[in-house]
């Protein structure tokens, strides 16, 4: 990388961040960009609070979303490094006595596939908004309704908060700090990121971003219960201190090039311990999008070329962030920029085939979905013609949308709203894996992506699956003879 294209980065940064940021719905954007272990160039624009007109700058802290995943992961590491944890090892092992319900027992998840989103465990997301009467469920009450292994571990990756509650509960049973306390000690301070916090409340040196709805609206402080996978603050300067170091000799470079490589999702996609990582022309690129109620952020780190970008946003969904980092890059390293499409998985040229998917479960199956531990009847049906029907409960029968999800599984996307009013849920996606053979099996993730003033996001929850062939009059079930 030439110095004249770092000093037309620092140049330029505060006319493109402007030029962006007019027309987009964000109230305000952070951007920071570093290089060879110092930050070169931040830039803010727009109002961090919009009701007293608080202009956002470069300090500001933001909330991060999933972006806090890799500092999670980071600390994780340092945990296991002082106190001689093998990242293989069981995490039931540090969970206090706490286990997962599994119909693997000799295959327990480990430490590194729960970082990897491979330890089976299913997808979760529930905010506490401090508004609403309902508050977070203790660590043994999560796990007792939600902790269940519906996967064999290291087998698929299914991108799980819930896991990174498991991580939260080793930490504190580890080292008796809170997984913010430990960050702070093992992170934030080591790197200088004073403006760094772990929580539903911010508490650092300055005044951070309110998050806002894409209507404007501001949330409430809300929770969550897995506050490692979601509840980080910091400015987006703080932020590329992190990826700098993560693309350095240290040991957070680990959690990037792994001496244990995760199994590829896609040819050129894999997630690593709190990364996802692609590569692209021969580069490896690290990143991790956040995007939450009233947040939506992005961290890149191109280990190789020392580069690390951060891009902050309050506001709940914008183009800002994927936009300003390619640009930085195409300035930066502009062969590599221009064949950047983006920073998570690329979709596969050839989708896998519906066809062959739709013809293994062709007929009528009746069984349940197991919601907070009791059996909740389902039904689907599989025409010729690849229609897709379902029945949830003692709903009525409606269409169901068939596609195929990261696993190559069948997802049976169903709208539905199950009988529990706290979940608020519109929709139910089924991933199945179809085959020859008794019962069929998988998992249903219910969500709903706003509540009913279509402002606030909602819950996203996982349950059991399991379904039995219906026969035809006059014939054997599957696996009969």
């Known amino acids: 990388m030439s110095p004249e294209r770092a000093q037309e980065l620092s140049a330029g940064l505060d006319g493109w961040l402007i030029e962006a940021f007019v027309g987009d719905v964000a109230p305000s954007v ?13 830039s803010a624009c727009g109002l961090a609070r919009v009701e007293d007109r608080t202009p956002a700058t470069p300090a500001t802290p933001y909330l991060l979303a999933s972006a806090t995943k890799p500092l999670a992961a980071a600390t994780v590491t340092a945990v296991a490094a002082r106190h001689g944890i093998d990242l293989d090892s069981p995490i039931e092992k540090f969970l206090g006595g706490v286990t997962l319900e599994t119909g693997w027992p000799e295959e327990p998840p480990t430490i590194r596939q729960v970082l990897q989103h491979r330890g ?18 203790a660590f043994s009450d999560v796990i007792e309704r939600r902790g269940r292994v519906m996967s064999r571990p290291g087998e ?17 049973n580890v080292t008796g700090q809170t997984p913010g306390e430990a960050m702070s000690e093992l992170v934030f301070g080591p790197l200088g990121m004073t403006s760094g916090w772990l929580g539903a409340d911010y508490s650092g040196p300055v005044p951070a971003a309110v998050p ?10 809300y929770d969550v219960e897995h506050p490692s ?8 300067g703080d932020l590329v201190r992190f990826g700098l170091a993560c693309a350095g000799s240290g040991i ?26 692609k590569s692209v022309g021969g580069s490896v690129v690290a990143s991790h999008a956040g995007l939450m109620g009233g947040v939506h952020t992005l961290l890149v780190v191109l280990p190789t070329d020392g580069v690390a970008i951060a891009v902050l946003t309050n506001v709940t969904k914008s183009a800002l962030p994927e936009r300003l980092a390619k640009q930085v890059l195409e300035v930066l390293l502009p062969t590599l920029g221009r064949q950047i499409t983006g920073f998570w998985k690329d979709d596969p040229n050839t989708p896998p085939s519906m066809a062959a998917a739709l013809a293994a479960v062709k007929g009528s199956w009746r069984g349940a979905l197991r919601h907070d531990g009791e059996p909740l009847p389902l ?4 025409d010729t013609d690849g229609t897709v029907t379902a029945r949830i409960g003692s709903g009525t029968t409606v269409p169901a949308t068939a596609t195929r999800d990261d696993n190559g599984d069948l997802a049976i996307s169903i709208p539905c709203a199950l009988p529990d009013e706290g979940h608020r849920t519109d929709t139910i996606e089924l991933h199945l894996e179809p085959d020859d053979q008794e019962p069929l099996t998988g998992s249903a993730v219910a969500s709903q992506t706003y509540d009913d003033r279509g402002r606030r996001v909602g819950d996203l929850v996982s349950m059991a699956c399991q379904l039995h062939a219906e026969p035809l009059p006059g014939t054997a079930s599957r696996g009969e003879s």
């Open 30 to 42: 952070s951007v920071a960009v570093g290089i060879d272990e110092q930050v070169l160039a931040t």
């Open 379 to 382: 039904e689907l049906a599989f």
């Open 120 to 137: 089976g465990i299913g997808a979760y997301f529930r905010p506490y908004y401090q508004d609403e009467a309902r508050v977070p469920l």
């Open 156 to 172: 698929r990756f299914v991108y799980s908060n819930l896991g990174y509650a498991l991580l939260d509960e080793l930490i504190l």
């Open 212 to 221: 806002y709805a894409i209507d404007g609206v501001p949330y409430p402080p």
């Open 229 to 236: 996978a979601s509840l980080a603050w910091c400015s987006a």
């Open 252 to 277: 957070f470079l680990a959690t990037i090039s792994s001496p244990t490589p995760a199994p590829p999702i896609t040819p050129e996609f894999r997630y690593e311990l709190g990364w996802a990582v």
